[in-house]
Every structure is written in structure tokens, then in C-alpha cells.
């Protein structure tokens, strides 16, 4: 094991441990109020890029902002490899950027991007473009491929299995969490929504998971398509409402693996994916104790499901 991964390795155990946590997420959705939420957040790690005061999607981001920024410190400590499969985590912020980059294309206001600094994959040639098209373009030249389509959904789908491909082929720990997340995309757009998934995005979905998905137009035919690498984010679902439920359930047990690998006795990448997975854990858990604070007692049972 070279020095860089056992110093990349000993950082993500420290960045880890600073973690809110189930109680301090608990504590922050019972503050009584948002700004209470915050203000409490405001002096916590998260407090450099969460200020007292904040709205509930200024909070939000500052909250995201604080696990990228993590991400690129423990990059830095890590050999090309390791730094490598952070990139490819990293992946939701570049979406997320283009998410934002598509609404100002569409006319509507769009939030400051996220800085990726080096765990960027094309993020600079894409924020230059000015059209559908030449975002497109810019996609079929870098690692995102060719989206087969210049819509907004297109584009947000194809992205979306991209980097789900791109996880697993890079960060075999999480391959489960990808195809699983994969699962519950396609329930969303196949069933809750009863909208075809595009060409273009339907490829690489298959390229995942096989075909037999197409056709589903029900959580049944659905399941009894997907290989069981991806079904288990399915599984017992069985009314399409309680679909968020299931993300939750995804979480839960992202959160569950990730504590075994980060607890592994050996340094290495399985510490370190561990350690950036319960992170991502943690930022997505304050981020849904903050809109629990918000709606106040009409929030519980969101909580509980969460933490």
C-alpha cells in the first residue's frame, strides 16, 4: 500500500468522524424552526459554507457545497487512482450543474454552479456552450458521451446513466448503489410518470441493466425485469407513492455499507469510498432535517424515515 493511499486513507477516517450524525440530525429537524435549524448549523462543520440566516436552498447548497469541498481535499491526498474514483462520485455535482446550466439555456434564473476544481470530468467546455446544441456537442466530446438528444430530458437522463456506468466501472464498492439507483430512476420515469424513457437514455440504462425493463409499465413487470444487482431498491415496493420511501430506504443502506467499509481494518480504497459515501450520507440527512425543521410537526414522519 503506497504512502498516499495510507495518508488518503487516514484523512477520510478523520473527515468522516466529523460527521453530524443521527443524533445531531435529530437535534437540528426539532430546532423549532428553519432558521433555528440553520443558525445551529452555522456552527457545526458545515458552518463555512452555511451561514446563519440562510433560506432553506441557500442552506441546502451550502450544505452540498461542504461534502464537495470535502471530496476535493481528500482528492488531493490520494495516489491517481484513488482521486480517480472520487472524481467519478463527484459526478452528481457536474449534473447538478448542468441541471442549472439548462435553466438558464431555458430562459429561467439558475443558481451559481459548483466548484468541482479538479474532480471536474468536462465541466468548464460545457459551462461555455449557449445552446441545446451545443451542449450536446460538448457531451459527445467529453466523458458523458453522446446523450442521443438535445432536450432537457434527454440530456438530464442521459447523464444520469452515465454516471452510474461510470461508478461502477470505476468504484466497484458502490456497484450496488448505482445499479440501484438506476432501478429507482426507472420506476420514477417508467411508472410513477408513465413517460418513456428516450432513445438515447434507454441505451445506456440497458447497457446497465439489461432489457427487460422497456416494456414494464407496472412496479411488478418492472422488478421481474431488472437483474437482482439492481432489484433489491425495488424490492416490497409495492404502491408507486411510497416511491420516496424507497430512496430513503436506498440511503439507508448506502449509509449501512459504507460504515463496514470506512471501519475496514486495512488502508486503502475501501476506507476511503466509505468515508466519502457516509459524507454524501450525512449531507443528504441534515439536508432533509432542515426541510423537517421548516414544515415543523408536519415533518416527523419524514424524519423518522430518514434517520
Do not use: C
Amino acid at each position: 500500500m503506497s504512502a498516499a493511499w495510507v495518508a488518503g486513507s487516514v484523512r477520510a477516517r478523520a473527515m468522516a468522524s466529523r460527521r453530524i450524525g443521527t443524533a445531531g440530525v435529530r437535534a437540528l429537524a426539532s430546532a423549532g424552526s428553519l432558521q433555528a435549524a440553520v443558525d445551529a448549523l452555522a456552527h457545526s462543520p458545515y458552518g463555512p459554507r452555511v451561514r446563519g440566516g440562510d433560506t432553506l436552498p441557500a442552506a441546502a447548497r451550502g450544505v452540498a457545497a461542504s461534502l464537495l469541498w470535502n471530496l476535493r481535499v481528500l482528492a488531493g491526498w490520494l495516489p491517481a487512482k484513488g482521486a480517480e474514483m472520487l472524481r467519478a462520485l463527484a459526478g452528481w455535482f457536474e449534473i447538478a450543474n448542468v441541471d442549472e446550466h439548462l435553466h438558464a439555456l431555458a430562459g429561467h434564473g439558475a443558481t451559481a454552479p459548483f466548484e468541482l476544481g479538479t474532480l471536474a470530468m468536462a465541466w468548464p467546455q460545457l459551462a461555455r456552450t449557449s445552446s441545446l446544441d451545443e451542449l450536446r456537442d460538448a457531451l459527445t466530446a467529453s466523458v458523458w458521451g453522446d446523450p442521443r438528444g438535445s432536450t432537457a430530458r434527454e440530456i438530464q437522463l442521459s447523464m444520469r446513466f452515465a454516471w452510474a456506468d461510470r461508478v461502477v466501472a470505476r468504484v466497484p464498492q458502490a456497484t450496488s448503489w448505482a445499479l440501484g439507483a438506476v432501478a429507482l430512476v426507472l420506476a420514477r420515469e417508467q411508472v410513477a410518470r408513465q413517460v418513456p424513457v428516450p432513445d438515447g437514455a434507454a441505451a445506456r440504462a440497458t447497457a446497465l441493466v439489461g432489457p427487460g425493463w422497456i416494456t414494464a409499465g407496472s412496479l411488478d413487470a418492472l422488478r421481474a425485469g431488472l437483474p437482482m444487482a439492481a432489484r433489491w431498491a425495488l424490492d416490497d415496493l409495492t404502491d408507486i407513492v411510497h416511491l420516496w420511501l424507497w430512496e430513503v430506504r436506498w440511503w439507508r443502506r448506502v449509509r449501512a455499507e459504507a460504515r463496514a467499509l470506512w471501519a475496514h481494518h486495512a488502508f486503502g480504497p475501501d476506507r476511503v469510498v466509505g468515508a466519502a459515501a457516509l459524507l454524501a450520507a450525512d449531507a443528504w440527512l441534515v439536508t432533509g432535517a432542515l426541510e423537517t425543521a421548516a414544515r415543523g410537526p408536519a415533518g416527523s414522519e419524514v424524519l423518522d424515515a430518514l434517520a
